[in-house]
């Protein structure tokens, strides 16, 4: 039952996407959620990440230390995948379908993370942050 509610969670964060772009054009969605910084307000450290042509929506992540991390991964146009190198984390996330990639912190800083998969000539600018920081860092902007 709790992959069912996930699930329903990311499709429904696909839909308000989606809706996002009509109103906003495709480009300036894109701007706007790339650089947004979610941040963990709730016990579980979930989010769900939206690859797609030289971006992750959001474009930073900020976690704590020693919990529990689970990311839900998706792609919108084509197969990406995601590496975070420091942590020797790598997940392929496939166009319409959800991946899930669970993993706990152990040090905090700034981790980078990447597509490996060609995507086109935007390909090498598609990054984001990965943010670890102590328990009673979290609320702080």
Same mark, same amino acid.
């Given at each position: 039952?709790?992959?069912?509610?996930?699930?329903?969670?990311?499709?429904? @964060?696909? +839909?308000?996407?989606?809706?996002?772009?009509?109103?906003?054009? *495709?480009?300036?969605?894109?701007?706007?959620?790339?650089?947004?910084? +979610? %941040?963990?307000?709730? *016990?579980?450290?979930? /989010?769900?990440?939206?690859?797609?042509? /030289?971006? !992750?929506?959001?474009?930073? +992540?900020?976690? @704590?230390?020693?919990?529990?991390?689970?990311? /839900?991964?998706?792609?919108?146009?084509?197969?990406?995948?995601?590496?975070?190198?420091?942590?020797?984390?790598?997940?392929?996330?496939?166009?319409? *379908?959800?991946?899930?990639?669970?993993?706990?912190?152990?040090?905090?800083?700034? /981790?980078?993370?990447?597509?490996?998969? !060609?995507?086109?000539?935007?390909?090498?600018? %598609?990054?984001?942050?990965?943010?670890?920081?102590?328990?009673? *860092?979290?609320?702080?902007?």
């Amino acid at each position: 039952m709790l992959k069912v509610i996930r699930c329903f969670k990311v499709i429904c @964060e696909l +839909i308000l996407f989606a809706g996002l772009m009509p109103a906003f054009g *495709e480009a300036k969605a894109a701007d706007a959620l790339s650089g947004a910084t +979610i %941040m963990a307000t709730v *016990e579980a450290q979930e /989010y769900s990440i939206i690859a797609r042509n /030289y971006v !992750y929506l959001p474009g930073t +992540i900020v976690v @704590e230390k020693n919990r529990r991390v689970r990311l /839900y991964l998706t792609s919108i146009d084509r197969a990406h995948d995601i590496k975070i190198e420091k942590m020797n984390l790598r997940a392929k996330v496939n166009k319409g *379908e959800v991946t899930v990639l669970d993993f706990t912190p152990a040090e905090d800083g700034t /981790y980078e993370f990447v597509c490996d998969i !060609y995507c086109g000539p935007g390909h090498r600018g %598609m990054k984001g942050k990965l943010v670890v920081v102590n328990g009673n *860092e979290s609320g702080k902007e």
